[in-house]
């Protein structure tokens, strides 16, 4: 098999995640966070919808990453996200932290809303 390193250039890789946090960039952050290609910030949940709404126009999709088990986002809260012209994909955490990766370093417009598992 052969393996390539990946390089991210100026994109925030995410290193590692665990019960309760993320490491991102090599820097250890708890709770829910927002990712985009200009950083990480702490984010407050599904309830939080005015801080993913404000990436309109930055990104073309976000990930949502649910913790340990996949679950879905409120209808109404997809139907804001889409009518703002970005999509949503939603998966459990792992999944969503492997994406943002591959696909931010490829050069996407991408972000990741994500709970801890």
Same mark, same amino acid.
């Given at each position: 098999?052969?393996?390539?390193?990946?390089?991210?250039?100026?994109?925030?890789?995410?290193?590692?995640?665990?019960?309760?946090?993320?490491?991102?960039?090599?820097?250890?952050?708890?709770?829910? =966070?927002?990712? !985009?290609?200009?950083?990480? %910030?702490? #984010?407050?949940?599904?309830?939080?919808?005015?801080?993913?709404? /404000?990436? +309109?126009?930055?990104?073309?999709?976000?990930?949502?990453?649910?913790?340990?088990?996949?679950?879905?986002?409120?209808?109404?809260?997809?139907?804001?996200?889409?009518?703002?012209?970005?999509?949503?994909? =939603?998966?459990? !955490?792992?999944?969503?932290? %492997?994406? #943002?990766?591959?696909?931010?370093?490829?050069?996407?417009?991408? /972000?990741? +809303?994500?709970?801890?598992?």
């Amino acid at each position: 098999m052969k393996l390539t390193e990946t390089q991210f250039g100026d994109v925030t890789p995410i290193d590692g995640y665990g019960p309760g946090f993320f490491r991102i960039g090599g820097e250890v952050c708890e709770g829910p =966070v927002l990712l !985009t290609l200009t950083g990480v %910030r702490s #984010w407050g949940g599904y309830e939080d919808r005015e801080a993913v709404l /404000a990436l +309109a126009g930055e990104i073309d999709v976000i990930f949502f990453g649910t913790g340990a088990e996949i679950a879905h986002i409120a209808p109404d809260l997809r139907d804001a996200i889409e009518a703002a012209g970005m999509g949503a994909e =939603v998966m459990n !955490t792992p999944a969503a932290c %492997r994406t #943002w990766n591959v696909l931010a370093a490829e050069g996407r417009r991408v /972000a990741m +809303a994500a709970y801890p598992v």
